[in-house]
């Protein structure tokens, strides 16, 4: 064994012995509320899929279309003869969905998240960060070479101390709109405001709430009724409630153009197919006109977070199809894990460093491809592994 392959070996058994190695699993069917993983059936709920559109069949259609249009893959990137009819038409749907004057699709929620944050600020420049922000938000900070912190979880007030302390107009915002571990929601309204007082640039992720979240699916901003002035900054992902690949960013003429010309991953990163564009312009059309899915979703949130509550088990402050419940420690939350998919039900265990230490969590997403009595199925798991682990 090389003293490379020595060294490596010697950190993934410390990962191990804490309870924190991560395994693939493989899904071997459509990603559905009943999967097939490693040849047993199982009821999922650890998925973001949570308008139930991944496995569409109109969508699906609408994929194979594209394929026939514009073959399987797009053979370049964006800027060199890469960026097809099909992306432009979704940018140009995504931008009148959004109320924004322009979109840019991006191959990956990380790469625009990476991409925007690097392109906007640099060094000798602010960046000010939630500080449960999803990792892509956190690497775009530090990879950026800005002077980077980072405020108190949803704490507006902590955010306005730093931007006064700082003395520096300019500064760039950045937060999730929905929070991808807890499930709650940023206090965006609040901290528009103190961007727009302090002269400072508001980034938004909604890579969890765009879809799920308002009237037409419209995400975060339109959950708030946060405009392109108030919210200069959107990024959305196409990979969780519209069921697809990819993600965007939605804002001002003058900044898509820019991040054409300065977001290193775009420039230098093949387009994603387009078949995928031309199947999430179907995606989008049903997010917009079956509001039913987002009605189901609110009516399941309820029923479980009634019956966990009954269980006695602690669930964190969340509306959204996110429901973690905390359990603690690492090896509590695996054999909980584990305990539920012996029971056949598939729930993921969420340790450190996703999350901060000591708060472990057994992370339930729900669908709207779920039904009631998946839910109830789910609840009655719950009680068994908490009877057999004494939790809760």
């Known amino acids: 064994m090389s003293r490379l392959d020595q060294r490596l070996k010697t950190q993934l058994e410390a990962r191990e012995e804490a309870h924190l190695y991560r395994r693939r699993r493989t899904l071997e069917s459509a990603q559905t509320p009943v999967v097939r993983v490693d040849g047993r059936e199982y009821l999922a709920f650890c998925s973001n899929d949570y308008l139930g559109l991944a496995a569409d069949q109109r969508i699906a259609a609408a994929m194979r279309q594209g394929t026939e249009l514009y073959g399987a893959g797009s053979g370049a990137s964006h800027l060199v003869l890469g960026h097809s009819r099909a992306h432009h038409q979704l940018e140009e749907a995504l931008a009148e969905h959004t109320g924004r004057d322009r979109v840019l699709l991006f191959s990956t929620g990380y790469m625009a998240n990476l991409g925007t944050i690097a392109a906007l600020s640099g060094r000798g420049e602010w960046v000010f960060q939630d500080q449960l922000n999803h990792a892509s938000l956190l690497d775009g900070g530090l990879l950026s070479g800005a002077r980077f912190k980072r405020y108190r979880h949803a704490d507006a007030s902590a955010l306005a101390n730093l931007l006064e302390s700082a003395q520096q107009s300019d500064a760039l915002v950045v937060t999730d709109g929905v929070f991808s571990m807890d499930g709650d929601l940023a206090p965006l309204p609040e901290i528009a405001k103190i961007c727009q007082a302090k002269n400072a640039h ?33 990024i959305g992902t196409l990979g969780k409630a519209f069921g697809t690949a990819g993600a965007f960013v939605a804002g001002s003429e003058a900044l898509i153009e820019y991040l054409i010309q300065f977001a290193r991953p775009y420039i230098y990163t093949t387009a994603m197919p387009p078949a995928v564009a031309h199947a999430t312009l179907e995606s989008l059309a049903i997010v917009r006109a079956e509001s039913w899915r987002r009605e189901r979703l609110t009516e399941l949130i309820k029923t479980f977070r009634t019956g966990a509550t009954e269980l006695g088990l602690e669930l964190m402050d969340s509306q959204t199809p996110i429901q973690p419940i905390l359990v603690g420690e690492s090896e509590r939350a695996i054999a909980m894990s584990q305990s539920l998919e012996q029971q056949g039900i598939f729930v993921g265990a969420i340790r450190p460093p996703t999350v901060p230490a000591g708060s472990a969590r057994l992370r339930v997403t729900l669908s709207a491809s779920h039904s009631p009595e998946q839910v109830k199925q789910l609840l009655d798991a719950l009680e068994t592994a908490q009877k057999e682990l004494r939790i809760g």
């Open 202 to 234: 508001l980034l938004v992720d909604d890579a969890h709430g765009f879809g799920a979240l308002g009237e037409t699916g419209g995400g975060i901003a339109e959950h708030f009724c946060l405009n392109q002035q108030q919210l200069p900054i959107l």
